[in-house]
């Protein structure tokens, strides 16, 4: 069943209706407890974000070949679910969207193995899809770039003296690319203009950036039972997220003895430093943050022809930083 919030956008909504049982058709393992449960965690309530993007931003152009766009959204999804299951192992994640998570049941091994696997079917998709070399290409680029975010983000981890700079170049590659990725490709698979394609990468990255900060102040400020996934999590790992760095602004030396624990953080030291985010609006100001990012992509997305989808964009837009989940 798609997700609450396609009801108000009818016409996406349709076609994520017909999206969700060829995916459960494309993404086949040889290993059946494993393709078990990636289909458990394919239908457990996610909103499809990527692939709703996707199917937007390909009404702005004047061909629509539901099998080339079935196929497209599909590889959008594949890789993020991909990138979900490497997420977890890397997280220690015990779950995803109520999922028991599959490092948790079967072993990080085979998780990664199963995660490197969905990377051959979203490539699979993507050929379905376009047989363009500079299309290829570009697929490649942004995996490329996703997977170097994840990396980046090995650097950062227990870096107390962590910068927005820093934390921005890691989501943008981490999170903001796949939206990059996602609004691009559904421009230019509909045979859009290149100044609506290159547009629509433009709010995809904005969107992207501050989908992430809604993220991670989730982690501060959500509830586990609507996030489907336990709060703090970042915080354990070492992964400093933007809420705790404008909060260590001008005040580093309040959080020195608890971050200077890393691993051996107890709860009571990461209850601590939500209390101190707290103390010091770090929640707030990432708010502000995101807010601002939002009216840079509002504002881009009153750039585009004026048409129905426009408004369905600017207002999924909106509701994207008033989220809970």
């Known amino acids: 069943m798609v997700h609450k919030l396609w009801n108000q ?22 290993n059946r407890p494993i393709h078990k449960q990636i289909l458990a965690l394919l239908q457990s309530g996610g909103k499809l974000l990527r692939p709703g993007f ?30 979900l299951i490497h997420d977890d192992v890397i997280d220690h994640s015990p779950v995803r969207r109520g999922i028991t998570t599959l490092h948790t049941l079967y072993g990080s091994r085979n998780a990664v193995y199963a995660g490197d696997y969905l990377f051959t079917l979203y490539f699979n998709e993507v050929m379905k899809a376009t047989h363009d070399m500079q299309e290829l290409q570009l697929n490649i680029n942004s995996m490329r770039d996703i997977l170097t975010g994840e990396l980046e983000q090995m650097k ?15 989501i943008s590659g981490k999170t903001a690319e796949l939206f990059w990725l996602s609004c691009r490709q559904g421009a230019s698979l509909s045979h859009s203009t290149p100044e609506i394609v290159d547009l629509a990468g433009q709010i995809g990255l904005t969107i992207g950036k501050a989908y992430q900060i809604m993220d991670d102040i989730l982690d ?9 996934k336990p709060v703090l999590e970042d915080l354990k790992n070492g992964v400093y997220s933007l809420p705790l760095i404008l909060a260590m602004k001008g005040a580093n030396r309040a ?4 971050l200077s624990k890393k691993e051996q953080m107890t709860a009571e030291d990461v209850e601590a430093v939500q209390q101190l985010v707290d103390q010091y609006d770090g929640v707030g100001k990432a708010k502000n943050t995101a807010s601002e990012l939002t009216k840079q992509a509002l504002h881009l997305i009153q750039q585009l022809p004026d048409e129905s989808g426009r408004q369905d964009l600017y207002s999924l837009t909106q509701w994207l930083l008033n989220r809970q989940q």
Request: net charge negative; glycine share 4%.
């Open 255 to 258: 959080f020195k003895p608890y």
């Open 54 to 83: 996707f199917y937007l931003f390909s009404e702005f152009g004047d061909q629509h070949d539901d099998a080339v766009l079935r196929a497209g959204a599909a590889s959008l999804e594949i890789l993020h679910v991909a990138t």
């Open 156 to 170: 950062l981890n227990y870096k107390r003296n962590v910068t927005e700079e820093e934390y921005f170049k890691e």
């Open 9 to 30: 956008f009818p016409r996406v909504k349709a076609q994520l209706t017909q999206l969700q049982p060829y995916l459960v058709d494309a993404v086949t393992l040889p």
């Open 220 to 228: 501060y400020d959500g509830n586990a039972k609507q996030t489907k």
